[in-house]
């Protein structure tokens, strides 16, 4: 039986349908989901080690924000890892992926911080990050400032990092008047597809209507003719998972909900709601969608998003309910259609799953 059935049931009993799954299914799902991981974690304590210390920061932060003790084995191990990863530069990394890699390994030192253990690891991770961001030449007219691209060498900034960047920088304490947050913002702000006041680059301007007020991945992609990012009216395609990242960022920042920037990403994800796709982009990067769209709607606050035509969701019911789904008898989760992403790994797909489970639970 279908969750529409289930709410068609009770309103004709005249009961509020659930907007949160029950605590004990989200108990089994996640349960399933740990044991996965237990299974896959390293000797050495990481998880997918091959493309450095990333995955395994996302899956420490993922448990934790799901429950877990700061001293359950899995989570102890993942954090011993990670810090063997911390550079003289205060950079956590290995190999490529700088800012990726720093700014997850932030947030999981950030959410294991309570006896204050990471507060210097986490000071370095933070200069090192704030060491990667655009400033384009000192011009603040430039595409690129502002934007933080995959480290040090990781030439153009992308609305992915950058969104990576600020979650890390108000994670660690940074207000919303932080010059680097708002000069953050300022680079987002042009991977809107929201030509005027805030946009002033030509593909805002070439929107079709379809794209506008959502964001794209790479502003940049406007002057590469082979970019598929761009339009058949030399715009750039808006992303869902970019989108909800832009979102998250503008809201995690303190930028009011009546702001246009604001107002326009709303309207498009109205129009675009779904969690049977990543619109734009189809199956890629479709559980890296499921996490921003679940820490999106949480930082919305709504219970019940409406979309453009008129639907109520219960988004929290229904992200818990298509997870549940898709989770392998194993207790992981994969997307077999995207290896470009890296979504057919189980490891990173699981991480992913149980951040954006996470954010289901009922609100106490």
Known sequence: MTAQWFTVIALALGQAPATAPNANELDVVQAKAYDYLKSKQGADGSFLAKVGPGVTALTAAALVKSGRPVDDPVVAKALDYISRYVQEDGGVYSRGLETYTTALAIVAFKECNADGKFDKVIDSAV???RS??????????QLKFGGAGYGKSGGRPDSSNTAFFIEALIASGAKNDDPDVKKALTFLSRAQNLPGEFNDQ???????????GGFVYEPGAQDDEKSSKRTATGGLRSEGGMTYAGLKSFLYAGVAKNDPRVKAAVNWIKKHYTLAENPGMKQAGLFYYYHTFAKTMSALGDEEF???KGTKHAWRKELFDVLQKKQAKDGSWAN???RNYMEDSPELCTAFAVLALSYTAAKK
Request: hydrophobic residues 30%; glycine residues 14%.
């Open 202 to 212: 030509p593909f805002a301007a070439k929107a079709d209507e379809d794209d506008k």
């Open 132 to 141: 990667v961001q655009d400033g384009g030449g000192g011009d603040d007219k």
């Open 306 to 308: 409406t979309d453009a």
């Open 127 to 129: 200069k090192y990050l």
């Open 336 to 338: 077999a259609a995207d």
